[in-house]
């Protein structure tokens, strides 16, 4: 809602020499608006002092409003600023077009860094299973010359072909 706020306050700011209302218009968007927000007129819900001439012309106009809806005032809230002030319609349609095509390409950039990590994991999955393959092409391969038994190869937190290729052959000690 705030959001919404500010960017009629920079349409305000940007075009307010095409914005212009009368006190009667300033009043009856006043009466629309509370009672879109508070419901009919009853006076306990405003009730301006005696000489406060702008809060009594707006009850009136609150009271003029009736019993109509909530979504009765806010369509007539709209009407009333859509009639005085018609370069305000493109412009929202603008603001809305800018929004939804930010959230898209938001979604865009979201789904593609989803498929680039979802690529990056199954290219990590590959390549696990390459050296799992080849550690145990390595261990059958010296297995089978004769040169060690299976369980002479110890890991030290590290993978068998790390241990192989980087270092001699680690042997268990015998007890």
């Known amino acids: 809602s705030s959001g919404i706020n500010a960017e009629y306050g920079e349409f305000y700011k940007e075009e307010k020499h095409q914005f212009k209302l009368t006190y009667e218009?300033?009043?009856?968007?006043?009466?629309?608006?509370r009672q879109s927000t508070l419901g009919p007129y009853h006076p306990d819900k405003l009730n301006p002092g005696f000489l406060d001439f702008v809060g009594n012309d707006r009850k009136k106009a609150w009271e003029a409003l009736g019993e109509i809806s909530a979504n009765g005032a806010k369509a007539g809230f709209c009407n009333l600023l859509e009639t005085t002030c018609p370069e305000l319609v493109p412009w929202i349609r603008h603001k809305k077009r800018e929004r939804e095509n930010k959230i898209q390409e938001e979604k865009r950039?979201?789904?593609e860094k989803k498929k680039k990590e979802e690529a990056e994991q199954l290219e990590a999955s590959k390549l696990i299973n390459i050296v799992k393959q080849a550690e145990a092409l390595i261990i059958k391969e010296a297995v089978g010359n004769g040169n060690a038994d299976e369980d002479d190869y110890e890991e030290e937190g590290m993978p068998v072909l790390a241990t192989v290729l980087s270092f001699p052959m680690v042997k268990k000690k015998k007890k």
């Open 25 to 33: 218009q300033k009043n009856q968007l006043a009466a629309y608006y």
């Open 109 to 111: 950039q979201v789904e």
